[in-house]
């Protein structure tokens, strides 16, 4: 189909483009932008009059629950809720039930994705025979059938040797090993440590339980000759950004991201045993939520991730410490990213950066063909492409989510902008309800 979406004001951080202009769309690929050829006839035209036209968005961290967990989400469902807030391309960490460690698994869900011609998803494999932290996975078998990097999810290597084989195996063939830093003993806790959690005798996760992971870490990567490429999911402290930070400066290839709920939200948000407030990593408290702010700011944090984990009503609405960790959070990651550039007196280029060409630059050569598309508005390039309006608030309730799980942390909070289409490879894979100027 041929596209044309027109009156808009597009933005994309990859080539630093703002501008007002026109972009024509033709076998699923952006063929112009600005200028139109005279002879170039959609079959639909979109009017994105007041909307900003930006690339679609790439989340690193998206689980969909499928295979395995179909009570808490299914991919019709959680892709659904994708291209509802804008995402087109989404990461998804290995923990699935079976876990993603052979490469049949993986070929099921990229089929079963590709299916369904909503967002682009990405597997992560697992970087151990059934997380198990003992046994490497087959990466390169794991790799031809589509993962873009190697991970454990929640699950903690506690074996260094076999973390720094890992590391040497991927630095060997180029992989990228995706790991969320925190020692296995002191992060049994369900809320951060500090006053809030003793009052609430809750067991505490301290800040060392992040560091002391990095600390390990980035040691083990000082000593592999060529570098040892990883990704940081989801840091938590400020201490935890000062030593991604100094790694940075040294020239260690490392790049992190940071989830919506510890951007946003510090532990006395809890309240009284709120479970929704029940998340991995623990809210921490304002400076390192202050800290986490600032680094993304600054680019020493690559990405903001949604860290979408649906969970249903009967894992969620337990006492506190027993509630499932997770929240819904993917179709609000585009007005929470907006959120806090307001905030941070920055414009919606940089909001949208941490959305688009941070996460691209994340995944690099792991995209194949796809890496001079997936977040970037290029001319020739894969047309994903997001259209939403940047002054048109909406508050966020569990009956406006289109994800499985209806539990989220930001209940109630306002969001200040719409999506109003997502394109997916030149097809329209989500409008807005009631907005006739797309129709």
Same mark, same amino acid.
């Given at each position: ?47 994105? %009059? ?142 951060? %440590? ?93 400076? &390192? ?16 991730? %949604? &860290? ?5 009503? &009967? ?87 289109? %994800? ?36």
């Amino acid at each position: 189909m041929k596209i044309l979406i027109q009156n808009g004001r597009v933005i994309d951080p990859a080539s630093g483009r703002d501008e007002m202009a026109d972009v024509a769309i033709a076998a699923g690929r952006i063929i112009a932008i600005g200028q139109i050829a005279a002879d170039f006839h959609p079959a639909r035209t979109l009017d994105a %009059s007041g909307c900003i036209v930006a690339p679609g968005l790439v989340d690193l961290c998206v689980r969909l629950k499928e295979p395995g967990q179909e009570h808490a989400g299914m991919l019709e469902s959680e892709t659904a809720a994708a291209v509802a807030g804008g995402v087109t391309s989404l990461v998804c960490p290995p923990d699935t039930e079976p876990v993603l460690d052979e490469p049949g698994l993986v070929d099921m869900l990229k089929f079963r994705a590709e299916k369904l011609h909503r967002s682009r998803v990405f597997p992560l494999g697992a970087l151990t025979r059934g997380l198990g932290g003992e046994v490497l996975t087959e990466m390169a078998e794991l790799t031809e059938a589509g993962c873009v990097g190697f991970g454990q999810a929640e699950v903690t290597i506690q074996n260094t040797q076999v973390l720094l084989r890992a590391l040497q195996y991927a630095a060997t063939f180029g992989y990228t090993v995706w790991l969320r830093p925190q020692d296995l003993w002191l992060g049994k806790g369900v809320a951060a %440590s500090g006053p809030l959690a003793t009052r609430l005798g809750l067991a505490g996760v301290p800040a060392a339980a992040e560091t002391i992971a990095l600390h390990t870490l980035f040691e083990l990567m000082r000593g592999i000759k060529g570098g040892a490429r990883v990704h940081l999911c989801r840091l938590s402290s400020a201490a935890g950004v000062a030593l991604v930070r100094a790694a940075k400066a040294e020239g260690l290839p490392v790049t992190c991201d940071v989830s919506v709920h510890n951007l946003h939200l510090t532990d006395v948000d809890i309240g009284f045993y709120d479970s929704r407030f029940r998340l991995q990593p623990p809210l921490r408290q304002q400076r &390192d939520r202050d800290a986490l702010r600032a680094g993304l700011a600054d680019g020493t944090i690559d990405a903001l991730v %949604s &860290d979408h984990n649906p969970v249903d009503s &009967d894992a969620k609405t337990l006492p506190f410490a027993e509630a499932e960790p997770g929240a819904s959070a993917v179709e609000l990651l585009l007005g929470l990213a907006c959120t806090w550039a307001q905030q941070e007196g920055m414009g919606l280029m940089q909001a949208l950066s941490v959305l688009t060409h941070g996460p691209q630059q994340v995944l690099g050569a792991s995209l194949g063909t796809l890496q001079a598309s997936v977040g970037q508005l290029a001319v020739g390039g894969t047309a994903d492409v997001l259209v939403f309006h940047p002054d048109a608030p909406w508050t966020v309730a569990p009956s406006a989510l289109r %994800s499985q799980g209806r539990h989220t942390p930001f209940e109630g909070h306002e969001m200040p902008v719409s999506v109003r289409a997502t394109l997916v490879a030149g097809q329209i894979a989500h409008t807005a309800e009631g907005v006739a100027a797309l129709a």
